[in-house]
């Protein structure tokens, strides 16, 4: 069965580094999105990402944050320095259409902000 | 803002019993709602949704039921089995059309006792 497949599952890096967050939709669908989850908190909504661009972004999803998907299979989120509150579970997900909110999701990258 | 509210942290029911998952919201342009099972370690995988012009939709053990006018829905299981404990997210969507983010509850873990 297609899934959805993050790298890495886990990531230790110090405050201020860089840190890309790699993923692999399923083969066919046309819709990208990363969400989070802090620790004992609610997933959060970061990006959607259609047709090559950023369809929708939340508030959390600053200038520090961004998407990319440089060679049409693998879907990358960057931050660009990192912070202690970035700390947090990256869920990588994908959708064939955009209309149900079904979505298929990665099990995850832990983020660790030291 | 909780715009999705799940009001129960966790929940322990007899196996073979009912289990029901309560999920109210609050932003009347919610097209569609769905319920999340999450293991530990694992990401989110989709098991039902409700388009906002239903009040049931109902997929083997697992019904949801819309209450738009108090909006609130909940999930129900029936015949609870030991492996249904997992943490539950209710979530919405199509609020702001298009590949819009999924708004999600903060969950609530289901206990399955033997």
């Known amino acids: 069965e297609p899934e959805v497949t993050q790298t890495p599952s886990h990531q230790v890096t110090q405050m201020g580094q860089e840190v890309i967050l790699r993923c692999v939709p399923i083969s066919n669908h046309l819709y990208f999105y990363w969400y989070r989850q802090i620790l004992g908190q609610k997933v959060e909504f970061l990006v959607s990402?259609?047709?090559?661009?950023?369809?929708?972004k939340s508030e959390i999803f600053d200038d520090q944050f961004s998407v990319e998907r440089p060679d049409g299979s693998n879907f990358t989120l960057k931050i660009r320095s990192t912070k202690l509150e970035d700390s947090a579970m990256y869920f990588c997900?994908?959708?064939?259409?955009?209309?149900?909110?079904?979505?298929?999701f990665g099990e995850g990258s832990r983020l660790t902000v030291l | 803002d909780q715009q999705v509210k799940q009001n129960s942290p966790s929940l322990r029911v007899q196996e073979g019993r009912i289990s029901i998952l309560n999920c109210d919201y609050t932003?009347?342009?919610?097209?569609?709602f769905l319920w999340y099972k999450k293991y530990p370690a694992e990401g989110p995988t989709f098991l039902i949704s409700i388009s906002s012009i239903k009040d049931k939709n109902e997929d083997g053990r697992f019904t949801v039921f819309l209450n738009k006018s108090a909006k609130h829905l909940s999930l129900h299981i029936v015949p609870s089995q030991p492996g249904d404990s997992a943490v539950y997210f209710c979530?919405?969507?199509?609020?702001?059309?298009?590949?819009?983010?999924?708004?999600f509850g903060k969950g609530t873990h289901l206990i399955i006792q033997p």
């Open positions: 932003n009347s342009m919610f097209d569609y």
């Open positions: 979530a919405a969507g199509g609020a702001g059309g298009g590949a819009d983010g999924l708004t």
């Open positions: 990402f259609y047709n090559n661009e950023i369809s929708e």
């Open positions: 997900a994908s959708s064939f259409g955009a209309d149900t909110g079904e979505l298929f």
